[in-house]
């Protein structure tokens, strides 16, 4: 392209057909799209669309702040009607415009159009931050500026967004600006470490690297990730580990990238900015929606610790609503009748935006609204297919919840049951091969991402009898069950196991399986649907942020909790609990030598190990279910 400063030659007598500049004519737009540099407190301006409905009059705004390009989010499909230019990720187009709302979305510091420093999850002011600014006060100045400034506006606001844009509304609940009156995050980034993007139980997302080098190698996301493989199982085992193969893509270079180096534990640096922390240490002053997805394959964990972490601060009991949904990442504000082979038997996700979403924004936004009707807890029970209004969550748990947890024993023979082990064989076991890891899901392994054909949203409901044939996956199994099971909160893994290495990986599966035969719908004959799985670093077995070596061969206890299951296992269906020892390529090899760093393993540390669950007097496996009674 001419360098725009080139002199430029005119030939007066065959112009250019191109204008000087050129004027959108949008006189017939039902909207009218006002792009403005909002400046903060330090000075940096921010970059922020502001889309009013023609002829609006004290209308309520929503706000969503985002890193993922504010002018392509509201210029979806380019029209002078507004709700097919919100139409796609993270607008609730139906209720944002049939509403009359004014839609505001802004670059966040650092990022497309704003100006700034960009840091990935910008922790708050504080030890982690030592500048005068966060996404928090970002947050309250632009509110302090669109009430101002926008004649339209009643003056109230309120947050809503998806995963990183989720992370957003949690932040705007920090020292609150007051026209703020509501914040909705959905499937909200909360604790990288724990159980979001970034780490499950201290094993690394080494396929959310091409997100770290795009979101953090260009302000515009225009250096894009390369690869030479078709398949992601093939490109991860080239590279052996992902600090080897940060190296080989320049990531060094990425501020992000390095602090993960960095950081491999669960230190200050990532307790110190996980937001669910955070806010149990805050007044809670903004009524707030959280939206989880039951089958969130990025962030889930977020919302449901955020939940435990403020609820106890809803004296009130109308501050805090929890909605729960049969859904993948952000899958609320899409078509939610099924997910992968999955059917709900209604549009789920049209139901949360009618009867949940349209309701609460409107009472905090628009003047005369009345109450919304909804429960504290709103949720979809999955196996039977009907949502719930429940008083609080979860049912069931070790103590404290009307239901109690009971134990789910691995039992001899690969045999699953309520009776403790009373003998048979002590153990089972496999080897884990670092050169063989188990798939997460069926070959050739699709990169992370939404683009067409990409199936990534929907691995957590795959059907898991691709790793129930293999050598190195342990499959236990109830037999077909005579009565519902119903089970309404998280799962909890004990695990009594040894391996011969001195590190392991531990992957445990909660699984519906289907009946052999399914009349109503033939391919799920037999599936097997996992309800609750997770991945756990053994070298973190007594402590998140102090790992250490396992005694080889010697059994030792495991605890953690999985994702929480609203779910109902019918009568006919057969429980199962998977076991093994990877869950490639989206989680990193365990080396199973113990290394001071996963990321800095070399060739010769990764070793096969022998790996034996334990079921016997003492020494019993099992998984405490969130069990509710009929
Ligand atoms: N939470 C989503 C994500 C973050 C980082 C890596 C991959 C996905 C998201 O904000 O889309």
């Avoid at 534990?265 to 002053?285: E, G, I, M, S």
């Avoid at 048979?424 to 076991?429: I, K, T």
Wanted: aromatic content about 12%; some cysteine; proline content about 8%.
């Amino acid at each position: 392209l001419p360098a725009t400063d080139a002199p430029q030659v005119k030939y007066p007598d065959y112009p250019s057909e191109t204008p000087a500049s050129f004027k959108p004519a949008t006189g017939s737009f039902d909207y009218v799209e006002r792009d403005v540099m909002i400046p903060m407190r330090d000075g940096v301006k921010l970059n922020t669309v502001i889309l009013i409905p023609r002829g609006a009059q004290h209308a309520g705004i929503v706000l969503t702040r985002t890193p993922y390009d504010a002018h392509q989010l509201t210029h979806n499909s380019m029209s002078g009607h507004l709700e097919p230019l919100l139409e796609g990720y993270d607008n609730a187009a139906d209720v944002i415009v049939e509403d009359g709302y004014i839609r505001v979305v802004q670059d966040i510091r650092g990022k497309y159009g704003s100006e700034g420093d960009y840091v990935m999850n910008r922790p708050v002011h504080g030890p982690l931050n030592p500048t005068p600014v966060d996404d928090a006060t970002d947050t309250y100045d632009t509110i302090a500026w669109l009430v101002k400034n926008i004649p339209e506006t009643n003056g109230k606001v309120a947050t809503i967004g998806i995963s990183y844009d989720g992370f957003e509304p949690l932040m705007s609940l920090v020292h609150p600006h007051p026209a703020l009156k509501a914040a909705v995050p959905m499937n909200p980034m909360v604790d990288g470490w724990m159980g979001d993007d970034w780490f499950h139980h201290g094993a690394f997302r080494q396929q959310n690297l091409s997100y770290i080098y795009e979101q953090e190698a260009s302000r515009d996301n225009k250096v894009k990730w390369w690869t030479n493989y078709r398949d992601e199982y093939d490109l991860f085992m080239h590279y052996v580990s992902a600090g080897a193969m940060g190296d080989a893509y320049g990531m060094r270079q990425l501020g992000f990238w390095n602090k993960i180096l960095a950081h491999p534990a669960y230190d200050a640096f990532w307790q110190q900015q996980a937001v669910n922390k955070l806010l149990a240490a805050q007044p809670l002053t903004v009524p707030v929606m959280l939206v989880h997805s039951l089958w969130d394959q990025e962030d889930i964990y977020g919302a449901l610790a955020v939940y435990r972490a403020i609820k106890p601060k809803d004296t009130s009991g109308d501050m805090v609503k929890l909605v729960m949904g049969p859904w993948h990442h952000g899958q609320e504000i899409e078509e939610g009748s099924s997910l992968g082979a999955i059917r709900f038997g209604s549009d789920t996700a049209k139901y949360f935006r009618e009867h949940i979403l349209r309701p609460f924004l409107a009472q905090y936004l628009k003047d005369g609204a009345p109450k919304a009707d909804l429960a504290p807890v709103t949720a979809f029970q999955t196996g039977t297919n009907h949502w719930q209004r429940l008083d609080r969550w979860p049912l069931a748990c070790a103590d404290g919840c009307p239901g109690k947890d009971r134990a789910l024993y691995l039992q001899p023979g690969m045999r699953l049951g309520f009776d403790a082990p009373a003998g048979g064989n002590a153990w089972d076991e496999y080897v884990s091969d670092p050169a063989h890891p188990v798939p997460f899901r069926a070959r050739p392994i699709q990169p992370v991402g939404y683009d067409n054909g990409l199936t990534w949203s929907q691995w957590l409901v795959d059907d898991q009898r691709e790793a129930s044939g293999r050598t190195d996956v342990l499959s236990y199994e109830t037999a077909p069950l005579t009565a519902p099971l119903t089970i309404a909160g998280a799962p909890v893994v004990n695990l009594v196991a040894s391996t011969s290495g001195t590190d392991s990986d531990w992957v445990v599966k909660l699984i519906d399986v289907y009946p052999d035969q399914v009349a109503e719908q033939p391919e799920m004959g037999g599936y097997q649907l996992a309800v609750a799985m997770d991945i756990f670093r053994g070298r973190y077995r007594t402590g998140w942020d102090t790992p250490a070596a396992l005694t080889p061969d010697k059994p030792l206890a495991y605890r953690f909790e999985l994702p929480a299951a609203n779910h109902v296992f019918l009568p006919g269906h057969r429980i199962m609990v998977q076991v093994q020892s990877s869950w490639f390529p989206l989680y990193d090899r365990n080396p199973q030598t113990f290394v001071p760093s996963i990321f800095e393993a070399t060739p010769a540390d990764y070793v096969k190990a022998t790996q034996r669950v334990y079921h016997a007097p003492g020494e019993a496996s099992y998984i405490a279910l969130p069990m509710v009674s009929h």
